[in-house]
């Protein structure tokens, strides 16, 4: 079964600083990626996705992430954050060859970032 | 506005009843999905339909059952409801090819709150 951590639960950081959130898969195959966010009283939605090619990926709003394979992880950077970049962030991973369950998105427990303006 | 709207937005209930929770997916989309995000939990999925059928099925309880419609809407039904069900549920949506060819839009959400 496939399962993504998240390490940090809580991310506080003043404007302009950078910004790194660690996501790490377990999974035996080839896998998708997907950074998701949530801002406060908004829906999630997609911020970036991997599937294959260039492991550093770029997203919407400055966004960027890093597949490393040997590590088993998907980290999500930014190099300067906004104060509207305060939200929860979910990584999360599915099969690239899905089968059954592993079908749907397996998603990380998510890390609030807190930007002090 | 990503085109998925789940009804009602907030709900409070007693223990040992039932609710039924509602989605529309985004038009075109043929798969829904639940999940159900709890602070212990994080976001947890639940069950998926496509196009009516059942595709696959995680973390879901018994006491839960979901069903899509021909319209495409599905609900999810949550009985014999417990203090720990208190959780935000989301419905998400996606096109043919399922989170890999079509990212998932997510709605709102519906806050349940179990007393």
């Known amino acids: 079964a496939q399962s993504v951590s998240q390490h940090n639960h809580h991310v506080i950081l003043s404007e302009a600083a950078s910004l790194e959130l660690g996501c790490n898969y377990s999974y035996g195959g080839t896998v998708n990626l997907f950074w998701y966010v949530q801002y406060p009283g908004q829906h999630l939605q997609l911020l970036l996705k991997y599937f294959s090619g260039d492991p550093l990926v770029k997203g919407i709003k400055g966004f960027e992430a890093e597949f490393i394979k040997s590590k088993f992880s998907f980290n999500l950077r930014k190099p300067s954050v906004q104060w509207s970049d305060t939200a929860e962030y979910f990584c999360a991973v599915n099969s690239a060859r899905p089968s059954g369950s592993a079908r749907q998105l397996t998603f990380g427990s998510g890390t609030q970032l807190t930007v002090l303006p | 506005d990503s085109g998925v709207t789940q009804t009602p937005k907030h709900l409070i209930t007693a223990t040992g009843q039932r609710v039924t929770l509602r989605c529309s997916p985004r038009?075109?989309?043929?798969?829904v999905y639940w999940y159900q995000q709890s602070l212990d939990q994080g976001l947890q999925f639940l069950i998926q339909y496509y196009n009516g059928e059942e595709r696959a099925k995680g973390n879901i309880l018994e006491r839960f059952s979901a069903q899509q419609f021909p319209d495409l809407h599905s609900e999810l039904n949550l009985s014999s409801l417990e203090l720990g069900d208190s959780a935000l549920y989301f419905c998400?949506?996606?096109?043919?090819?399922?989170?890999?060819?079509?990212?998932?839009?997510f709605g709102n959400g519906t806050r349940l709150t179990v007393t």
């Open positions: 998400a949506s996606s096109g043919r090819g399922g989170p890999i060819n079509s990212p998932l839009h």
């Open positions: 038009s075109g989309d043929l798969s």
